[in-house]
């Protein structure tokens, strides 16, 4: 398995502007993921980070509104840039491990509240 | 294309009574599938996972499921539960392979256990 951590765990933030959450892992792992889960819902994709490539992200997601860095093999960031209430949501790093299993693990979530 | 049913949205139950909460799942090509646990205020958590051989898998915190292919079912069931289970469970399906395969979820069930 492995062990994923964010930052931060939660926050509250004022419309047009932007936070940054970071992901950290315990292993070196080829393929992260970032999530959005709104409240009272299931799990969005929203893209897949690999290290060494520009992220790929789902329909209904573009770059300028959610860019993605991916410096490293155990660490990556989403930014919610130009936030509005409608952003407030649960975001969550995932990776995927194929040793073991082909799983994914997913790390704690960042709570974002926009006002 | 893959998809999740979870037929309930909703699970109410009394401490120490057994649980089903039902999945489906429709695919075209063979799978692997997954029970995730979210606590309130926490991340996914994998409580277990099929991915070949015997089709009763057992998983974390006394949990188990079944996967029947004929009926393309995954039903998580726990014999008797206890109020630290209440939270949501998402059941979730992707492509059996060696590699990485998008994770396709369901919309979740809420487990509320009540002494």
């Known amino acids: 398995s492995a062990v994923i951590s964010q930052k931060p765990s939660r926050d509250i933030c004022q419309r047009g502007t932007s936070l940054t959450i970071q992901c950290q892992v315990d292993?070196?792992?080829?393929?992260m993921f970032w999530y959005r889960q709104q409240p009272g819902q299931s799990l969005t994709l929203i893209a897949t980070?690999?290290?060494?490539?520009?992220?790929?992200?789902e329909s209904g997601f573009v770059i300028d509104k959610f860019p993605i860095s991916r410096p490293n093999l155990t660490f990556s960031t989403l930014t919610v840039s130009n936030m509005s209430p409608e952003d407030s949501s649960i975001y969550l790093c995932?990776?995927?491990?194929?040793?073991?299993?082909?799983?994914?693990?997913f790390g704690p979530g960042t709570r974002l509240l926009v006002l | 294309a893959q998809s999740v049913t979870q037929l309930d949205s909703q699970v109410p139950v009394f401490e120490e009574a057994p649980v089903e909460l039902r999945c489906n799942y429709s695919?075209?090509?063979?799978?692997?599938l997954f029970w995730y646990v979210q606590y309130p205020n926490q991340g996914l958590q994998l409580l277990l996972k099929?991915?070949?051989?015997?089709?009763l898998v057992k998983g974390i915190n006394g949990f188990e499921a079944e996967f029947n292919k004929s009926q393309t079912s995954f039903h998580l069931r726990k014999p008797s539960v206890h109020i630290s289970d209440t939270a949501e469970y998402f059941c979730?399906?992707?492509?059996?392979?060696?590699?990485?395969?998008?994770?396709?979820f369901g919309a979740g069930t809420r487990l509320a256990v009540h002494p």
């Open positions: 099929y991915l070949s051989g015997s089709t």
């Open positions: 980070a690999n290290q060494g490539s520009e992220a790929t992200y």
């Open positions: 695919s075209s090509v063979s799978v692997y």
């Open positions: 292993s070196q792992v080829t393929m």
């Open positions: 979730a399906v992707t492509t059996a392979s060696g590699g990485y395969n998008k994770l396709i």
């Open positions: 995932s990776v995927f491990l194929s040793s073991g299993g082909s799983t994914q693990y």
